[in-house]
């Protein structure tokens, strides 16, 4: 059997918007995001891999100007600005119920079985890889020409009950604005150390 080992990589260009030079803005220009650019946010970020494809991420995008109103009243003082401006506001909801999903997202085995009666262990597992999601909406979006503001920041109970509401096993884990960033609202790039400082290979 021949391994096939992808040798290529993207262009540094592409690297830059998506990394190096992306930032996490406070404030956005007044320029809209479709419909259209969200569900191909979803597109690209749903083949990103998680713990036997559970995808237990729900989103509700946040765009109505009664939406807003509802997302902001549950927001700190220093996050409202930054949603009622976003052209939409993603939550990032995680469903610890996710294993009634596995039968058909991970149809290879029962993976149901693994997950039943095990609340505490798929709230680890609906934590850990809607987290992982959530960073695949915030790199898909920005492939796509968008930029992110990830947040805490809220009163999470109140998220849930305002956009979760007839879904109690939801949890929300964080929320993400995304539009269009305004560079004036982003200060100095904080530090990025060097690889010694917090990684070791063995």
């Known amino acids: 059997m021949t391994t096939q080992y992808h040798d290529h990589h993207l262009p540094n260009d592409a690297l830059d918007q998506i990394f ?26 749903k083949m990103g891999p998680t713990s ?20 902001v009243a549950t ?6 600005e930054k949603i009622r401006t976003a052209p939409v506001t993603a939550v990032i909801g995680m469903d610890i ?8 997202l991970f149809p290879h085995t029962d993976a149901k079985s693994w997950f039943e009666g095990d609340v505490e262990g798929r709230k680890e597992g609906a934590f850990r890889n809607s987290s992982l999601q959530g960073a695949y909406l915030m790199i898909a979006a920005r ?15 109140a998220v849930g009950a305002a956009f979760f509401s ?3 096993k939801v949890k929300v884990n964080f929320i993400c604005s995304i539009g269009y960033g305004d560079p004036e609202s982003i200060f100095g790039r904080s530090p990025r150390p060097e690889f010694g400082k917090f990684n070791t290979i063995v």
């Open 20 to 45: 190096r030079e992306a930032r996490s803005y406070n404030g956005w220009l007044d320029k809209p995001v479709s419909d259209e650019q969200l569900h191909a946010i979803w597109d690209l970020m």
């Open 52 to 71: 036997a494809n559970m995808l237990p991420a729900r989103i509700v995008w946040v765009k109505s100007e009664e939406a807003k109103a509802k997302l």
């Open 75 to 80: 927001a700190s003082a220093g996050n409202q």
């Open 97 to 104: 119920d996710f294993h009634e999903e596995l039968p058909w």
């Open 143 to 157: 492939a796509l020409g968008l930029d992110c503001g990830p947040m805490s920041g809220f009163d999470a109970d």
């Open 166 to 168: 007839d879904d109690d």
